[in-house]
């Protein structure tokens, strides 16, 4: 199912000789406006944003008709970050525009579509290392009010699988341990031996200054599946100090699993996260399905919601003593409202940090198809619990749901858990925590 | 003459799209318009077979119809857009369609272009869509909309054939084309249109294929003519190189540079977009962007430190022309700061020892330079030469301790001989070279088998799993869990869990002759059998016939019989547990390996003897065998004494003798050629030599063949 997105922009953004001008459209207003200030390293900011805006319109998988959908920004109590997420929904860009990298005022918070045109990227890929550039994100006042010329307006489909891949890879990386940190120049040689057109899985492991890369993982190793897709790094290099590893743990005969790519400045930071596969899209990974949406976690999710103040980072125990929860629940809510794209998964700060993605909001709290069919599996009533094996009925066919989550359909068979349960097992879940409750 | 359905559409199913066109004609614009509401109704009632039915497609006549009734053009652009006629616009007779248009004057002919345009896909170029929304836009004079599709559509025009006669080359397509202007920037902004830039064509007048890609060749040339705007083309060129992107869609972008070459002053203007070019492009841009450079260098043009600030990156690419070109433009642009030394010093971090080489000759050639060696001086001993050295001793003086030492740090890296020699030029430590002990992970250790199956429902995933992905160990744990589930009297629950899979995926384990899989089958029989005895159709009592022939001949004979190379024995053991199952059944089986890789251990396959003979069973004979097969070489043979029935003895033997013995071995000469018999001359030469490995006779079948006679 796919609903649309469509920008109106009070003309297209535009970089005048020392003045960055972004143009915003939807979130909390009609154009928002968000900041007005120095931008400390502009040459940075600049290649930043254009990888950024790189990954929005490229698709990793097939290459052919990319995605147009635009980069967000989104303004915390203090930083900028502007994020995008690749059309083939395997690849999610941020730059974090960090407090020491911005000389001005956060004039309001919340997240908007930014506009990144090609007059635009042309003017971006100029701008000098020393360059002093205003950044204005969102026109002033002035302008909505009085505006009366040509607006720019488009519309692009918004499938739902890119906005729940969107989401998914924020609930995925809050799994991500830092793995290792190479200098630029190891981190440039790293990347240079990459082939732009690779789509086989590797696993990089720690090793000396830099990272080793064989085929096969061992304890400590990241994934790096389908490495051409870290070519929107490159260019960032030039800028960058370190290069930072971030991926869940692996042991040895590990499926490809996800992992973060970051590079920093001292103000800056680019991350890019990759699928565990790059015919794999988030959207299909089913990590949220993990912290089950019953109607429990809908209620903490509403109250959480509520208590979110644009922080940079959410402290879970402060959210727990807020909201009268315990921190287990509190941490599911969040992954609840990661899936709702209303929250976002910061790896280098460890924490997630409030975000509301600008898109209809009834396309992105769509239920995940297959939990959309566990529900109805068990409100048919299609689930037996008997002690630890469980038998889900669905049509005319017999399914033996065990205590692991494995279960005798061909789905579980293919994926053997490694892209989240199968709906029977996510219908017996749900049915044992009614029981239960 | 009023207008009636039937029959144009009787002249439509004829294809006779001239009639349908005279029918028209001859009507007045009244009865055409009064004739509309019908043609919309017939169209729309048309079933699938009204479409494949008549003798011709009957599209292209219906479509004149739509053109030469309709009143408006969103009414006619939703006829022509139905899915059925949408797709076969390339049946439109176009001038017929023209001659229907021009006789109605429509004033609505650019609105219906307009909404046609929109729809185009890039199939279209070859579809006919294309010519017709071109056809009508020619008529109107409008102008089609800046999409993917239709630039993709436009160029494909350009190019296609020369099938003209008299043919029109490209070329002059380009300039007769009322799109240009409009459309011809886009090729420089659509990122996707990827290889289509490289299309090349036939020549117009000898037909020989062309191998040069066109668009290059013809742009330079429209510039030439100046009928596009150089400076306009060039900066989108440079722009597209400058977006980036794969090699091979940046390729006609570099030929079109080379063919306009730039003047200095044109490339002066582009300084900042090269100096962005040649650290990060793809190798060709890279060096196209180092050309341009160095030449606004030679002119005096390039600021030295953009020159540095782009050095630092390109040195240490992995292209090793694009490194040595930087190397001696650096070497020839130093100048009398150190900033240049310690730049080309970067070098030294690159991989290659013949670019660390270079770099440290240069580098020592401009300390030398930068303080001219005092005749007098004498080479302290143990220099390499005496330049060198004496460089060495004058640069320690005047270029500065802390430059020499900055220069040390990333020298300490070079490989060879080559620290040492940096060591020396700048005074600084050699470095000892430590002794590097490259901790590389041991090979893996064999894992252990997972834990057996545990129960029904465990035994069902896993039989669904398998017909995903056959793996030895899925068999092992399969077989053994079946065997063991049935010897705790769990069979209602395996015909609860595992039946339903069964069912299920029934065509998989069924017996197919196309694609046989023998194992799947005898499986799923084994299981049903388990679940219900007295199970028996025809096709079950042959089979069971089959099978017991076939294990009985293998238990006997001591020759497999199903044929088929190293998995026979697993067939074979399928049929086996088939067989034995409910006639003979034991608590556990013997093969089963204690390690992934099928390896089982003799003290373990002992213990399992021992509980059989405690109990007083035989065990299955294929089982035995594959167990003794499994075992190690180097088994101790003490762990089967004090076993007393016949496997028992039969495993002690096998210990005693050392297991599996060494494959006969047969040396074979390979000619090179065949030899015929009517073969005349030198007999052909050895061409290689190969050596023949044939396993040894199991010698557990062998003695049992031996006391069945």
Redesign the interface.
């Known amino acids: 199912m796919a609903t649309a997105a469509a920008y109106t922009y009070l003309g297209p953004s535009a970089l005048a000789p020392g003045e960055l001008a972004l143009q915003t459209s939807g979130g909390p207003a009609a154009h928002p406006r968000f900041f007005a200030g120095f931008l400390t390293d502009p040459g940075a900011a600049a290649i930043g944003l254009l990888a950024v805006a790189e990954v929005a319109?490229t698709r990793y998988f097939r290459?052919?008709?990319?995605a147009g959908l635009d980069p967000v920004v989104t303004a915390g109590s203090d930083r900028l970050r502007f994020e995008s997420f690749s059309g083939c929904c395997g690849v999610y860009a941020r730059l974090d525009v960090l407090p020491a990298g911005l000389d001005g005022d956060v004039l309001a918070h919340g997240t908007t579509n930014v506009d990144v045109n090609?007059p635009l990227?042309?003017a971006l890929?100029?701008v000098?290392?020393a360059d002093p550039i205003h950044l204005a994100v969102g026109p002033d006042e002035l302008t909505v009010t009085t505006f009366d010329g040509p607006v720019v307006e488009r519309k692009v489909p918004l499938p739902s699988r890119w906005l729940h891949g969107f989401a998914e890879a924020q609930v995925l990386t809050a799994r991500f341990d830092p793995r290792a940190s190479l200098g630029v120049?190891e981190a440039?040689?790293l990347l240079?031996?990459l082939s732009?057109?690779d789509r086989s899985v590797l696993w990089a492991l720690p090793a000396g200054r830099s990272l080793r890369l064989t085929s096969r993982p061992?304890p400590g190793a990241v994934c790096l599946p389908g490495a051409g897709r870290l070519a929107a790094l490159?260019?960032f290099?030039?800028h960058a100090t370190t290069l930072r590893v971030y991926g869940p743990p692996v042991a040895?005969?590990s499926g490809p699993v996800a992992s973060t790519w970051e590079l920093s400045t001292p103000t800056q930071r680019l991350s890019l996260t990759l699928s565990p596969e790059p015919y794999r899209g988030f959207s299909g990974e089913g990590a949220v399905l993990e912290s089950l949406a019953g109607d429990e976690v809908a209620d903490d999710a509403d109250l959480i919601s509520a208590l979110l103040s644009w922080d940079p980072t959410i402290d879970v125990d402060a959210l727990a003593v807020a909201a009268g929860l315990p921190g287990a629940r509190v941490r599911d809510a969040l992954t609840q409202l990661g899936t709702a794209g209303r929250v976002g998964y910061d790896v280098a700060e460890a924490g997630f940090f409030h975000r509301t993605l600008p898109y209809s909001a009834d396309a992105a709290a769509e239920l995940n198809p297959r939990l959309a069919n566990a529900r109805s599996l068990a409100a048919a009533g299609a689930v037996t619990v008997e002690g630890?094996?469980a038998v889900v009925r669905s049509g005319d066919?017999?399914?033996?749901?065990?205590d692991d989550g494995?279960?005798?359909?061909?789905w579980?068979?293919?994926h053997?858990g490694e892209r989240g349960p199968c709906k029977h097992a996510l219908a017996v879940r749900l049915v044992r925590a009614e029981v239960l409750a | 003459m009023s207008l009636e359905w039937e029959v144009l559409e009787r002249r439509a199913h004829s294809g006779d799209t001239t009639g349908v066109t005279s029918r028209l004609l001859k009507a007045t614009e009244e009865e055409r318009l009064a004739f509309a509401a019908e043609v919309e109704a017939r169209i729309k009632a048309l079933r699938p077979e009204d479409w494949w039915r008549p003798a011709a497609d009957p599209a292209g006549g219906y479509a004149l119809a739509v053109l030469g009734t309709m009143p408006t053009a969103p009414r006619a652009a939703r006829l022509l857009l139905r899915r059925d006629m949408r797709d076969k616009w390339d049946r439109i007779p176009i001038p017929r369609a023209l001659e229907i248009v021009r006789a109605r004057r429509l004033p609505w002919l650019d609105d219906l272009a307009a909404r046609l345009a929109v729809k185009l896909t890039a199939d279209d170029a070859w579809g006919g869509g294309w010519k017709l929304v071109a056809t009508l836009l020619a008529e109107t004079g409008g102008t089609p909309p800046v999409t993917e599709a239709v630039v993709r559509c436009w160029f494909d025009e350009m190019l296609r054939g020369p099938w003209e006669s008299p043919p029109v080359t490209p070329l002059d397509k380009f300039r007769a084309s009322p799109f240009l202007d409009l459309l011809f920037p886009s090729l420089f902004e659509i990122d996707t249109l990827g290889a289509e830039l490289s299309r090349a064509t036939m020549d117009a007048t000898t037909r020989i294929w062309l191998e040069e890609p066109v668009f290059p060749v013809a742009t330079a040339q429209l510039v030439a003519d100046g009928r596009l705007d150089r400076k306009q083309i060039l900066a989108a060129t440079v722009d597209r190189l400058v977006r980036g992107g794969r090699p091979a869609e940046l390729r006609p972008f570099v030929l079109l540079h080379e063919a306009l070459t730039p003047t200095t002053d044109e490339t002066a203007a582009h300084a900042l977009d090269y100096a962005r070019l040649l650290p990060d492009s793809p190798s060709t841009v890279a060096a196209l962007a180092q050309r341009a450079l160095r030449t606004l260098d030679d002119a005096g043009l390039l600021d030295p430190a953009t020159l540095l600030e782009i050095s630092h990156p390109t040195l240490l690419r992995k292209e090793k022309t694009l490194v040595k070109t930087q190397l001696s433009w650096l070497d020839r642009a130093a100048h009398d700061s150190t900033d240049f030394i310690e730049t080309i010093a970067v070098a030294f971090g690159h991989p290659a020892l013949d670019i660390q080489e270079r770099a440290l000759n240069v580098v020592g050639k401009h300390l030398k330079r930068l303080i001219p060696a005092p005749a007098e001086a004498i080479a302290p001993s143990g220099a390499s030469t005496p330049a060198e050295a004496s460089a060495s001793a004058e640069a320690r003086g005047r270029v500065g301790a802390e430059v020499l030492e900055r220069l040390g740090g990333p020298a300490a890296g070079l490989g060879g001989d080559l620290a040492a020699r940096a060591a020396e030029l700048f005074g600084t430590n050699e470095p000892v070279p430590e002794p590097v002990v490259v901790e590389l992970p041991g090979p893996p250790p064999v894992a252990a088998m997972p834990s057996p199956i545990a129960s029904a429902a465990e035994l069902a995933t896993e039989v669904a799993a398998l017909l995903r992905e056959e793996t030895a160990v899925r068999w092992e744990r399969i077989l053994a869990g079946l065997v063991s589930l049935s010897a705790a009297g769990e069979a209602p629950a395996v015909a609860a869990t595992v039946g339903p899979v069964l069912d299920r995926q029934a065509e998989h384990f069924a017996e197919d002759h196309w694609e046989p899989r023998p194992r799947m089958s005898f499986l799923a029989a084994a299981i049903r059998r388990l679940i219900d005895p007295t199970f028996g159709d025809q096709a079950e009592r042959g089979r069971w016939r089959r099978l017991v022939a076939t294990v009985r001949a293998a238990w006997q004979v001591g020759e497999p019989v199903l044929g088929g190379p190293p998995d026979r024995l697993l067939s074979l053991r399928v049929a086996e547990l088939y067989t034995q199952i409910l006639r003979s059944p034991v608590p556990e089986l013997l093969a089963t390996p204690t390690l992934a890789n099928g390896s089982l251990d003799a003290a373990v396959l002992a213990a399992r003897i021992r509980r059989a003979e405690t109990a007083g069973r035989e065990p299955w004979p294929l089982d035995l065998e594959q167990a003794l097969l499994r075992l190690p070489r180097d088994s101790d043979p003490a762990v089967a004494a004090g076993l007393t029935s016949p496997a028992g003895r039969k495993l002690a033997e096998w210990l005693a003798a050392g297991g599996l013995a060494d494959p006969t071995v047969t040396r074979v000469e390979q000619t090179a050629g065949t030899r015929l018999e009517f073969h005349i001359g030198p007999p052909p030469p050895t061409a290689r030599l190969v050596v023949n490995l044939t396993p040894p006779a199991s010698r557990c079948c062998a003695s049992r063949a031996r006391s069945s006679t």
């Open positions: 319109r290459p052919v008709s990319p090609v990227q042309r890929s100029r000098g290392r120049v440039r040689a240079n031996r732009p057109g061992t490159k260019p290099l030039r040895a005969g630890e094996a066919e017999l399914y033996h749901v065990r494995s279960c005798t359909c061909s579980w068979a293919k053997r």
